[in-house]
């Protein structure tokens, strides 16, 4: 079954957003009333200002870089799997920096409605990333 056609862009669009660190842009593929939940460490963030003040401080802190692996879109929404890696340079809670690279793997699901992100829900193992930086 092919992708979406529009659904596609809306994801090869986030994913260079992101890619090129400028957040403003990233914000222009989320709704208002975006649910974004991060599995990994068990938080799930309510509307595009709580999104962005998590978004910013994890991204910044960890030089995340992301690498798409899969896209499957359809009108609804997208699974997409990717592989993050950057450098932890700046403290996270509980995490002071470490200066250490990691990739980690994971795996995106998002619900789409108007050509907006409305739902993410990012899987990924922390543990890896803990023990990549030394911290457990």
Same mark, same amino acid.
């Given at each position: 079954?092919?992708?979406?056609? @529009?659904? $596609? $862009?809306?994801?090869?669009?986030? !994913?260079?957003? %992101?890619?090129?660190?400028?957040?403003?842009?990233? *914000?222009?593929?989320?709704? &208002?009333?975006?649910?974004? $939940?991060? /599995?990994? !460490?068990?938080?799930?963030?309510?509307? %595009?200002?709580?999104?962005?003040?998590?978004? !910013?401080?994890?991204? /910044?802190?960890?030089?995340?870089? *992301?690498?798409? &692996?899969?896209?499957?879109?359809? @009108?609804?929404?997208?699974?997409?799997? *990717?592989?993050?890696?950057? %450098?932890?340079?700046? &403290?996270?809670?509980?995490?002071?920096?470490?200066?250490?690279?990691? /990739?980690?793997?994971?795996?995106? %699901?998002?619900?789409?409605?108007?050509?907006?992100?409305?739902?993410?829900?990012?899987? *990924?193992?922390?543990?890896? #990333? #803990?023990?990549?930086?030394?911290?457990?």
């Amino acid at each position: 079954m092919a992708n979406h056609p @529009e659904t $596609e $862009e809306l994801v090869k669009g986030y !994913v260079r957003a %992101i890619g090129s660190g400028d957040f403003e842009r990233v *914000w222009e593929y989320y709704a &208002d009333n975006i649910v974004y $939940e991060d /599995t990994a !460490v068990n938080q799930i963030y309510y509307g %595009i200002d709580q999104v962005k003040k998590f978004y !910013v401080k994890s991204m /910044t802190a960890l030089d995340v870089r *992301w690498i798409v &692996d899969t896209c499957y879109a359809t @009108e609804e929404g997208f699974g997409i799997s *990717w592989h993050m890696g950057g %450098i932890h340079d700046a &403290d996270l809670p509980g995490m002071p920096a470490t200066g250490k690279f990691f /990739t980690v793997p994971g795996a995106s %699901i998002a619900r789409v409605k108007n050509g907006k992100i409305v739902r993410n829900r990012d899987f *990924w193992n922390n543990l890896d #990333l #803990l023990k990549q930086l030394g911290l457990s």
